[in-house]
Every structure is written in C-alpha cells, then in structure tokens.
C-alpha cells in the first residue's frame, strides 16, 4: 500500500510518522516552496503526547518544550475559580507540553526526513484536484505533476482544496466574531515556569503560558493571546485565517488593558513582542462524511474548531493514529478509510460543537455570567463541584476511542 499526504502541518507530518511506523510506504506533498516553522504557542495534551511517545519523540519534545504543570482559570478581573494539574502532575503516564507550533512541526519534519528520507517530503506542490478509480487514485498538481497511489489523505489545513471539491457549495470557514492577538517574548518567569493562566470566557480573554526555555535561566519564551468579540457570530470572517498576518500594535495596548493578572505583567508582555499577530477565530460545521473513496480528510482539513481546550493539534494527531492503525488492518484501502471515518467523525464534531460553547473554559464563561464584576468567595457564585463535571466532561470526550 502506498499512501499520498497533502499538506505538511501538524497532521500530516503526524501521519507520515505513524503510517511509517506500521510499514505503510508514504509520501508529503506541501504547497509552499519550503517548510516554515510557523505560528505560536500551542499545547499538547497527555492523549496526544502519548502518541507522539510511541513514535520516540519524547527525548526530543523535551528539548524545545516546557511541560506544563498547572493550569490556572481566573475571572477576566483576576479573581481564581479553578486550578488544574497538568500532565504528570495529574496522573498521566507522559506529559503535556507547551510548545511553540513551528517547533513541534519542527520535530516531526525532522523525524520524518530521517526515517522516511530527505525526499519523503516534496515542497512547491499545490494539489489541485484527483480523481480515482477501482485501482488507484492520482493526485494532480499545479507544477504538473501527477501521483498515483492507493489512498489521498487531506491534511491541508481549514482551506483544504480536497474538502473543497467534495462540498463544493461549503462556503467560507464560520466566524464566531472573536479576534485573536498572538505573540510570543523572551520574558521572566512567573510562577514556577510552567504554569499556564487563562483569563476570562468567550467574549474576552487573555492566555499566557511558558513554551521553551528562554535565552537565560531566570527566562522563558512565553505565549500570549488575547481574544475579544468584535464582530457578530455568523458573519463572514473579516480577513483569510493566516497565522503569518501582523497584528497593528496600537490594538493592542487597548486589548491587554481589558484584564488583571497578579502573576504576571501581562501589559509588558505584549509590549514586549517583536512580532504579534491577528486573526478571526474560525471553525467550520462537521460534514456527513470525510470520506469518498481512497480519499479522506484529517486535522483542520476535516474538523478545523475553535482553540478551546488545546485539542486543535491534538485531534489532529489523534487521527494519524486512527487512520494509519486501520491502514495497516485493511487489505481494502476503501474499507479502513470507512472505518477510520467511523471512529473519529462523530467524536471529532462533538468536539467542534463543545468548543463553540466554550470547551471546559466555559467554567469561566459560567462564572462571570453570574459575576459579570467579579466575587469575594467562589463559593458564593458556583458550585465547584459543577466547574469541575464540565472540565471532566470535556476530557473524556477528548481521548481516542479505540476499538
């Protein structure tokens, strides 16, 4: 069997390793002429990072991330509601990382050269259509080349050209009217180096967490987001979804002003940054199907949601393990498609759905929905019990269900 990716994201490359790992020969085609090592923080939870441990990453996981060993969840004006263990610290066999998202795409292009080899990966080729037939299905590219094998996997991104041609009437991604601000500074540690602070629910909020040591010991770089609702939820998103589109510094100085935090001086922070970024944050609604055929969709390709809960890479990873574990126990590439469809569909847009409403920081949202100004005591507000069945709740849905 022999199996062509598109798209050398997170997914993608994910794939390559696991479809290797399992003896299934495989190529990545990428659109960009090289492969940059973009975007920001990201966060990798235990579900995923044990994926990732299997394929012998950890070592190197290690070496550019931070393990995150709480997590904090205050009112916007910096009242606690919730602190969560991370990780180790919670449990898990293997940890979760905080880690700058070019840095992860980093580590798995790299593993994927030295196992697959240098030309596993093939960059400047933007796929524009397939089609397929009882033997094969052949990948058409705008550079004119075209690549025949047994199955196309989809793993280019919420704009995906394949999603595009099977719903061709889709439309553009669904805008929730929340603009996200990102960055990333050399700053001083807070806390104890490894803790993550979010502040405040949907309609504003403020995330900053540690992500690779920094360039002195008493540093590290750290990640910043700030997203607010400028715009009414249904509208068409103002710009294209672009990690790589500046942010206007002026914003910014307003935005951040918005939140208090007593760990850490979230203002200078932002100031701080050299190179800030903006975009609306997007999802798309889950389709019927991800398969037809020998092709199928994975990552944002098939389920693109919002960054609630840290599962967007997450997920993604999860479903390489999906797909290439039902690959290998397949001799019908039609049929394991099927079933990989089968186990992450359903899973995967309850998941999209759940972060519309928040994910398990809607524990935040509840939470200054009945104390818009703050609180005295927690108690008086919420039940924590309650805070603590939707955060529970949000993480059982999040685990890969396997047969």
């Known amino acids: 069997m022999r199996v062509t990716i ?7 490359l994910a794939t390559a390793l696991r479809l290797h790992h399992v003896g299934i020969e495989c190529e990545v085609h990428e659109q960009s002429e090289r492969v940059r090592e973009l975007g920001v923080g990201v966060n990798a939870l235990p579900h995923a990072v044990a994926e990732l441990a299997e394929l012998g990453l950890l070592e190197r996981l290690d070496e550019v991330a931070v393990r995150t060993r709480e997590l904090i969840y205050t009112h916007r004006l910096g009242h606690e509601i919730m602190r969560r263990p991370c990780g180790l610290d919670a449990g898990f066999e293997v940890p979760q990382f905080s880690i700058h998202r070019g840095r992860l795409q980093g580590v798995l292009l790299r593993a994927v050269r030295e196992r697959l080899g240098e030309d596993a990966v093939r960059t400047g080729h933007r ?10 299905v052949r990948a058409h590219f ?4 075209t690549v025949a094998s047994d199955v196309l996997v989809a793993a280019d991104g919420i704009h995906s050209t394949v999603r595009r041609i099977l719903f061709p009437d889709e439309g553009p991604p669904r805008w929730n009217g929340v603009i996200m601000w990102r960055g990333a500074a050399d700053w001083p540690v807070y806390a104890d180096g490894r803790t993550m602070i979010i502040a405040g629910g949907t309609a504003a909020k403020l995330v900053i967490y540690p992500i690779a040591p920094g360039r002195t ?68 609604d889950p ?23 840290s599962n967007g890479a997450g997920q993604a990873i999860l479903d390489a393990t999906s797909l290439s574990g039902n690959l290998a126990a ?14 992450r569909l359903t899973a995967t847009a309850d ?4 972060n519309r409403r928040g994910g398990p920081e809607a524990v935040i949202d509840e939470v200054e929905r009945r104390a818009p100004n703050g609180f005295d005591r927690l108690a008086d507000v919420i039940d924590p019990a309650e805070l603590a069945a939707i955060v529970a ?7 890969l269900k396997r047969p």
């Open 330 to 343: 397949h001799d019908d590439p039609t049929v394991a498609l099927q079933a990989y469809q089968d186990e």
């Open 393 to 399: 709740s949000y993480t059982q849905a999040s685990q």
């Open 127 to 136: 796929l524009t259509g397939f089609d397929q037939d009882a033997g094969e």
């Open 351 to 354: 998941l999209v759905l759940r």
């Open 287 to 309: 389709l019927p199907y991800w398969t037809c055929g020998r092709v199928t969709l994975l990552g944002d390709a098939a389920h693109p949601m919002y960054p609630m809960g």
């Open 142 to 145: 705008a550079n004119g080349a």
């Open 217 to 284: 010991p008493e540093t590290r770089l750290t990640n910043w987001a700030i997203c607010r609702v400028t715009g009414t939820p249904g509208d068409p998103p103002p710009e294209r979804q672009d990690w790589s589109q500046h942010a206007n510094p002026a914003d910014l100085e307003e935005q951040a002003g918005q939140f208090r935090t007593s760990m850490v001086d979230h203002a200078g922070l932002v100031e701080a940054t050299e190179d800030c970024y903006e975009l609306p944050m997007c999802d798309r």
């Open 6 to 12: 598109v798209g050398s994201g997170i997914g993608g």
